[in-house]
């Protein structure tokens, strides 16, 4: 499997509305889209710095995975994506094939039409993995 780059990086926040001032205003990095993944429950918001995004994640639902790691861990990074240059879906086999434990067994459709697949953090030395193929 051939990694390219972190293509993001997921928060965790209470509300979208409070935290998008900082990266605004303090950091100065324009969110340049906000979108609802209804299949994760959560509302996100976008922002650039070179080849990353930084993705703020807001539960919309207190069954989303992101308002239990709030209610445990409070805000802040979530997980880490890489960017996968060859599929997802070859990158899953090859990782599941060296042990690592998977959330998900085969690619689904994620924030900006990427096609992503989560590791489990007790594979991953306690980071919450996502790779992802970005857009064609
Ligand atoms: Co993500």
Redesign the pocket.
């Known amino acids: 499997m051939e990694l390219t780059h972190i293509e993001?990086l997921?928060i965790a926040v209470k509300s979208l509305e409070e935290s998008i001032p900082y990266y605004e205003n303090v950091l100065g990095l324009k969110c340049y889209a906000i979108e609802e993944v209804a299949d994760q429950k959560v509302k996100t918001a976008f922002f650039k710095i070179g080849q990353t995004k930084i993705?703020l994640l807001e539960p919309t639902s207190p069954e989303s995975t992101i308002a239990g790691f709030l209610e445990k861990r409070g805000e802040g990074i979530h997980?880490m994506?890489f960017a996968v240059a060859d599929g997802v879906a070859n990158a899953l086999a090859e990782v599941e094939e060296k042990g690592i434990r998977l959330i998900d067994k085969a690619p689904r459709r994620?924030a900006e039409g990427l096609d992503?697949a989560f590791l489990h953090p007790k594979s991953t030395k306690g980071v919450l993995t996502?790779l992802c193929e970005p857009g064609k």
């Open positions: 993001h997921g993705e997980h994506a994620g992503i996502e």
